[in-house]
């Protein structure tokens, strides 16, 4: 067996690295995402996994590779990883932080703008029965220049949406668990305020917090209600951020005016009802998927797996194992 075993291709540029480097490593090639049962058979003797945030690591699946050591995981997230349990068999958990930054950033911003101008529904009524030609009323959507943007969760990914939406002329309003530098605040041209207040005060509202058992459901029926009707609201981070039952209800009874979603709280399925909404922007989990960014998050994964096997450090090692 392979000491080290891929739960899913990685982008060339990672591949090389380990072809170069050496090491023994299988790759799973099935259709769609791996089972439960082949991930167990294929790692059963490997010393690291690399595996997407789409494969579950639980306790079933650490207790059957005994000579695992490092479970190297090709995402910024990693709670499809039991991590405490990790930790207690002695086993490395990384991830690949900041490179995902700009690109899921971007395509914020564009989700933002694209929902906005209501781009993704122009663009289906011109691939179906068009439309009769330019009229004063037809098709409104709202300009960005001058609106509140407000941002949950003020990181890497948030300070540079933050940065971006400048540009657009947005006044930024934020809220994290702790205030930014006064100098950082200056430079993002970016307000503190409390969390029911950013809700309350956004026109643009978009979630960039980590998912931690205070943040599951963060918008809920309550908070919906606490929005402005004209709001429109943008998820490209974790989707049990969202009680998406009772956004389905703020979006049909017009609480909110539209929303963007790149990711689900039962993911990959949508909750029914939002992909019947014309206010509704649905996205397949594409915040990092830039060729770019792909690269750097597979140099990560394949430099941690051949530093394990080469006794040196790795990096970003997320579930406290020195």
């Given at each position: 067996?392979?000491?080290?075993?891929?739960?899913?291709?990685?982008?060339?540029?990672?591949?090389?690295?380990?072809?170069?480097?050496?090491?023994d490593y299988?790759?799973?090639?099935g259709?769609?995402?791996?089972?439960?049962?082949e991930?167990?058979?294929?790692?059963?003797?490997?010393e690291?996994l690399?595996?997407?945030?789409?494969?579950?690591?639980?306790r079933?699946?650490i207790d059957?590779?005994?000579a695992l050591?490092?479970?190297?995981?090709?995402g910024a997230g990693?709670?499809?990883?039991?991590?405490?349990?990790?930790?207690e068999q002695k086993i490395?958990v990384?991830?690949t932080?900041?490179?995902?930054?700009?690109?899921?950033a971007?395509?914020?911003?564009?989700l933002?703008?694209?929902l906005?101008?209501?781009?993704?529904?122009?663009?289906r009524?011109?691939?179906?029965?068009?439309?009769a030609?330019?009229a004063?009323?037809?098709?409104?959507g709202h300009?960005?220049?001058?609106?509140t943007?407000?941002?949950?969760g003020?990181?890497?990914?948030g300070?540079?949406?933050?940065?971006m939406?400048?540009?657009?002329?947005?006044?930024?309003i934020?809220?994290?668990?702790?205030?930014?530098?006064?100098?950082?605040?200056?430079a993002?041209?970016?307000?503190y305020?409390?969390?029911?207040e950013?809700?309350?005060?956004a026109?643009?509202l978009?979630?960039?917090?980590?998912?931690?058992?205070?943040?599951?459901?963060l918008?809920?029926?309550?908070?919906?209600?606490k929005?402005?009707?004209?709001a429109?609201?943008?998820n490209a981070a974790?989707?049990?951020?969202?009680?998406?039952?009772a956004?389905?209800?703020?979006?049909?009874k017009?609480?909110?005016?539209?929303?963007?979603?790149?990711?689900?709280e039962?993911?990959?399925?949508?909750?029914?009802?939002?992909k019947d909404?014309?206010n509704v922007?649905?996205t397949?989990?594409?915040?990092?998927a830039?060729v770019?960014?792909?690269?750097q998050?597979?140099?990560?994964?394949?430099?941690n797996?051949?530093a394990?096997?080469?006794?040196?450090p790795?990096n970003?090692?997320?579930?406290?194992l020195?």
């Amino acid at each position: 067996m392979s000491k080290i075993y891929l739960s899913a291709k990685l982008p060339e540029f990672g591949t090389k690295l380990l072809k170069e480097a050496a090491v023994d490593y299988t790759v799973y090639t099935g259709e769609g995402l791996i089972s439960k049962e082949e991930l167990i058979e294929n790692m059963a003797a490997c010393e690291v996994l690399i595996c997407p945030l789409s494969t579950q690591i639980d306790r079933e699946v650490i207790d059957a590779a005994p000579a695992l050591k490092l479970i190297a995981n090709f995402g910024a997230g990693f709670n499809n990883i039991d991590t405490a349990y990790a930790k207690e068999q002695k086993i490395y958990v990384t991830n690949t932080p900041l490179v995902s930054t700009n690109a899921t950033a971007e395509l914020t911003a564009g989700l933002i703008l694209a929902l906005s101008r209501r781009i993704v529904e122009g663009d289906r009524l011109m691939h179906n029965e068009g439309f009769a030609g330019w009229a004063p009323l037809f098709f409104l959507g709202h300009e960005l220049k001058d609106k509140t943007l407000g941002i949950i969760g003020m990181g890497q990914i948030g300070q540079a949406l933050a940065k971006m939406m400048n540009a657009f002329g947005m006044k930024i309003i934020y809220n994290q668990r702790h205030q930014l530098a006064p100098e950082l605040e200056e430079a993002l041209q970016a307000t503190y305020y409390s969390q029911a207040e950013v809700i309350q005060k956004a026109d643009i509202l978009t979630l960039h917090a980590p998912l931690t058992k205070d943040t599951s459901h963060l918008l809920t029926s309550a908070t919906f209600s606490k929005m402005k009707n004209s709001a429109l609201l943008i998820n490209a981070a974790r989707g049990p951020l969202i009680d998406e039952a009772a956004l389905l209800e703020a979006l049909t009874k017009q609480q909110i005016a539209g929303a963007a979603l790149d990711v689900y709280e039962f993911e990959p399925e949508v909750t029914a009802g939002l992909k019947d909404l014309a206010n509704v922007i649905l996205t397949p989990h594409i915040g990092n998927a830039s060729v770019e960014a792909r690269d750097q998050m597979a140099e990560i994964v394949a430099k941690n797996a051949i530093a394990l096997l080469h006794n040196e450090p790795l990096n970003y090692i997320v579930n406290g194992l020195d």
